[in-house]
């Protein structure tokens, strides 16, 4: 199943933005500590709680569907 433009292109576009200060603090964090496992454990918690806030597309339509079929 694929969703049509007039769907898609919204919530692309709505992901993208909600995400972005999400996704530049992740950037921020990896020029600080690069890939991660040598990172303190606060910087690791720190990553871990940036990337808790980003929202995936998956993680809408999933949701959306859940809801749709337990709302029957």
């Known amino acids: 199943m694929s969703l049509t433009e007039a769907l898609w292109v919204p919530l692309q ?3 993208y933005w909600t995400n972005q200060p ?3 603090a992740l950037e921020t ?3 600080l500590w690069g890939a991660g496992p040598a990172a303190p454990s606060d910087a690791l918690t720190e990553r871990t709680r940036i990337t808790a806030h980003i929202t995936t ?3 809408i339509l999933r949701t959306a569907l859940e809801h749709t079929l ?3």
């Open 29 to 31: 964090w990896k020029d």
């Open 22 to 24: 999400h996704v530049q």
């Open 57 to 59: 597309t998956g993680h």
């Open 13 to 15: 576009r709505g992901v």
């Open 70 to 72: 337990h709302s029957r």
